[in-house]
């Protein structure tokens, strides 16, 4: 068994693990967002550095606002800059819509389907984890919503559970923002999703939209929203004068354990690191028995 497969504590590898990615907001022509922030270059990055951590996904999901106009050329340069990380990784990438998005484009350039106004959804079997993909848009406005015909299709869905559970993938979070602004351009009427969700195998749900990382729960699912990798919200700021930065980007990694999903912040910075730890020190620690482990690593000097 390779080192890193060698359980050192009670928990044995997640089942799955996905790349959570949002709001990348590209632009035709890689056009500078407010006259201020290189977008595709903060893409590029990010991908770099998910690719970086070496995990192979068994999905990356982006949870909306994929591009910021809605064009067609900024989705096909979206789609040249991913397709080939994910043909590395072997991961398929679901693309949820966002209220910077345009239905017809998203699926005509990114899915390939009929450029129309329907909802954009899907599901997908990730060896027994069910990853639904729902779109929360409102053609013409920015705040969200899921009408009542794509509620009855989830309904539907989640009729049958799957072997290891269902993740939903959404643009506006269900839960509460520390920045004012991001209230009005809520999803409404979260009660009824609430409903159709409730005694399900649903786990986990994943968002965007506030282009900060929060967590929360809803109808008593934990909720986890990924930051923008175009601009983040600099929270240090008094909330009503939270604007945006171009720091501070992330992703996050989504690792599906039996009893458990974690959801870890990772950073898209360049900074000092130590070198102690590495594939050599865990390959030492999984010769040892556990009770060598602790006594190599856990003991305090005397």
């Known amino acids: 068994m390779p080192a890193a497969s060698v359980p050192f504590g009670q928990y044995p ?5 996905l790349l959570h990615i949002s709001d990348t907001h590209l632009l035709a022509g890689n056009r500078a967002l407010g006259g201020r922030f290189d977008t595709g270059a903060n893409l590029t990055r990010t991908l770099e550095a998910a690719e970086a951590t070496g995990i192979r996904p068994d999905a990356i999901v982006f949870t909306g606002d994929l591009t910021d106009l809605g064009e067609p050329e900024a989705y096909a340069a979206l789609r040249e800059a991913v397709e080939p990380v994910a043909a590395r990784l072997g991961a398929p990438v679901v693309w949820v819509a966002g209220n910077h998005d ?3 484009a998203l699926r005509r350039t990114l899915l390939d389907l009929e450029p129309t106004e329907e909802p954009v959804t899907g599901v997908w079997d990730l060896g027994g984890l069910r990853l639904v993909a729902l779109d929360s848009t409102v053609p013409g406005w920015h705040h969200g919503d899921l009408d ?3 509620l009855a299709w989830l309904r539907e869905v989640l009729s049958t559970p799957a072997p290891l559970g ?3 993938a959404l643009h506006h979070p269900p839960l509460p923002s520390h920045v004012p602004l991001f209230d009005i351009l ?3 009427d979260q009660g009824r ?3 159709v969700i409730a005694g399900t195998d649903v786990r986990a749900i994943l968002a965007g939209h506030l282009h900060y990382s929060t967590s929360g729960t809803f109808a008593g699912i934990p909720v986890s929203v990924a930051a923008a990798t175009c601009y983040t919200m600099n929270l240090a700021r008094p909330a009503v004068d939270v604007n945006g930065m171009d720091a501070g980007q992330s992703f996050h990694l989504v690792h599906v354990y039996d009893d458990t999903i974690t959801h870890a912040v990772v950073p898209v910075v360049d900074a000092p690191t130590g070198d102690y730890f590495s594939a050599e020190w865990v390959e030492r620690m999984s010769q040892l028995t556990p009770e060598e482990r602790l006594e190599a690593f856990s003991r305090k000097p005397r």
Not at 13 to 17: G, L, Q, S, W
């Open 193 to 195: 999703l609430a409903e």
């Open 148 to 150: 009542t015909a794509q």
């Open 102 to 104: 345009e239905r017809p």
């Open 186 to 188: 809520e999803l409404r």
């Open 166 to 168: 269902t993740i939903l």
């Open 13 to 17: 590898p997640a089942r799955r693990t």
